[in-house]
C-alpha cells in the first residue's frame, strides 16, 4: 500500500458560486484567479472572524467536549477534554481547493465555509485526536454535532441555513 500526504477535512459551507451569490460578490470565470483571491482577501470575507471564534467556543461547551478553564494562544484555543488538553483550531471562513494537488477544477469544485475537522490541530468533531483529523467518518453519529454546530453558525450570519456539509481531500 502507498501511502500520500493526504487527509480530509469536513466543511460547513458553500460551493464557490453559491457563496458568490450569496454575499454578493461575481463569480470568478475559470480562469479568473485575481478574481477569486479578491474575494478571499476581502474584508468582507474576514468580517466573520471574531463572531465565528464565539460559536467554535458555543459548540465546545454545549457540547460538552470541552468543560472549565480555557484560554486563547494566537489562532488556537487550549482547552481540558476528556482525553487530555487539546490545542483547537478555531472556526473561520476558509476557502479549499487545489487544482494542482487535489484536482479540484476551478472554480466548480472549490468551497468556501468553516471547516469542522482540521489536520494538524483539531477543530469539533474530530477533537478525539490531539492531531485532529478525521480517519473515519460517520455521519449519523457525527450529525448531532454537525447540527449543533450549524445551528450556532446560523446566529452568526442567516446565510448559513443554506450551508451544506463538504469532504473535502487537503494535500499535506
Excluded at 501511502?3 to 464557490?16: C, F, M, N, Q, Y
Excluded at 454575499?23 to 474575494?39: C, E, L, R, V
Excluded at 457525527?142 to 453558525?153: R, T
Amino acid at each position: 500500500m502507498v501511502k500520500i500526504p493526504a487527509d480530509v477535512e469536513i466543511i460547513l459551507g458553500w460551493s464557490l458560486k453559491d457563496y458568490c451569490r450569496l454575499f454578493n460578490f461575481p463569480y470568478p470565470k475559470t480562469t479568473d484567479y485575481d478574481g477569486y483571491w479578491k474575494i478571499i482577501e476581502s474584508p468582507q470575507f474576514r468580517a466573520l472572524d471574531k463572531a465565528l471564534i464565539q460559536a467554535h467556543l458555543n459548540v465546545l461547551l454545549k457540547s460538552g467536549i470541552i468543560k472549565g478553564k480555557y484560554k486563547y494562544k494566537e489562532d488556537y484555543l487550549l482547552a481540558q477534554t476528556k482525553k487530555g488538553i487539546r490545542e483547537f483550531s478555531t472556526f473561520h471562513l476558509g476557502n479549499y481547493g487545489d487544482e494542482g494537488e487535489t484536482n479540484d477544477t476551478f472554480p466548480e469544485t472549490y468551497v468556501i465555509g468553516v471547516h469542522l475537522s482540521s489536520r494538524y490541530f483539531p477543530t469539533y468533531i474530530d477533537w478525539e485526536d490531539p492531531n485532529g483529523t478525521i480517519s473515519h467518518f460517520d455521519y449519523e453519529t457525527m450529525k448531532p454535532l454537525i447540527d449543533l454546530a450549524k445551528q450556532e453558525l446560523i446566529k452568526v450570519d442567516k446565510r448559513f441555513q443554506e450551508a451544506h456539509l463538504f469532504v473535502k481531500l487537503i494535500w499535506y
